[in-house]
């Protein structure tokens, strides 16, 4: 049981070119979740996928798509990348318990954008 | 609109003290809590969380946290800090719309151990 994985682990990308960001869980959780993390800001949600089939915005989504492939996996797309993309990206999925939830965090993909 | 306030973006103690980390949270409904550790180039690992119940909560790695509805407030404590306690911990309430569920996290406090 691997829970949450992402790849890359590590990019360098220009500003202006794309790139997709893979998550994948194993743990038949049905919400999955993208956040960014930046010093001094904690995390702060880019989109999610309440269950298959679903996304929506965040808090931040501007400059970023996704896709819900199956319940499996939730991708996080840069179309044009800009500097202030530079970060970390995490993705999470979450069961639920009625009104509980709780989320489990991947490892983390870290972005350079030059 | 859940917000999170973590007072204090490092704090410093010696191993053996006691560790106290700050975590004010504002919420229009009953919340859900949880404080997570990031050890360092590592995701965020949960380390406990307060849902209903009992207001003590009890973690991993000799961790706790009260839930303080006068006080709106969920400290994490530990009794003797270890150095392995180093690390970054977020503090996040579960905000709930409809169907859609969201963490709001605090900006974080950088623990050091001291030897």
């Known amino acids: 049981n691997a829970g949450v994985t992402q790849t890359p682990k590590f990019q360098v990308l220009k500003t202006g070119q794309s790139m997709t960001l893979q998550c994948a869980q194993d743990?038949?959780?049905?919400?999955m979740y993208w956040y960014r993390q930046d010093p001094g800001m904690g995390l702060r949600l880019i989109y999610y996928?309440?269950?298959?089939?679903?996304?929506d915005k965040g808090e931040v989504p501007n400059g970023y798509n996704v896709s819900r492939l199956n319940k499996r996996e939730f991708s996080l797309r840069l179309e044009s990348a800009a500097p202030s993309q530079t970060s970390v990206y995490f993705c999470?999925?979450?069961?639920?318990?009625?009104?509980?939830?709780?989320?489990?965090f991947g490892p983390g993909t870290r972005l350079l954008v030059l | 609109a859940q917000s999170v306030t973590q007072l204090g973006s490092h704090v410093s103690v010696s191993e053996g003290a006691l560790v106290l980390l700050r975590c004010n949270y504002s919420s229009s409904v009953p919340p859900y809590l949880f404080w997570y550790v990031q050890y360092p180039n590592q995701g965020l690992q949960l380390l406990l969380k307060?849902?209903?119940?009992?207001?003590l909560v009890k973690g991993i790695n000799g961790f706790e946290a009260e839930f303080k509805k006068s006080e709106t407030s969920f400290h994490l404590t530990k009794p003797s800090a270890h150095m392995s306690d180093a690390a970054e911990y977020f503090c996040?309430?579960?905000?709930?719309?409809?169907?859609?569920?969201?963490?709001?996290f605090g900006s974080g406090t950088q623990l050091t151990v001291l030897p």
């Open positions: 743990m038949n959780h049905n919400s």
């Open positions: 307060y849902t209903t119940g009992a207001t």
């Open positions: 999470a999925s979450s069961v639920r318990q009625g009104y509980q939830e709780t989320q489990y």
């Open positions: 996928s309440a269950s298959e089939g679903t996304t």
């Open positions: 996040a309430v579960l905000s709930r719309s409809g169907s859609a569920r969201q963490l709001t």
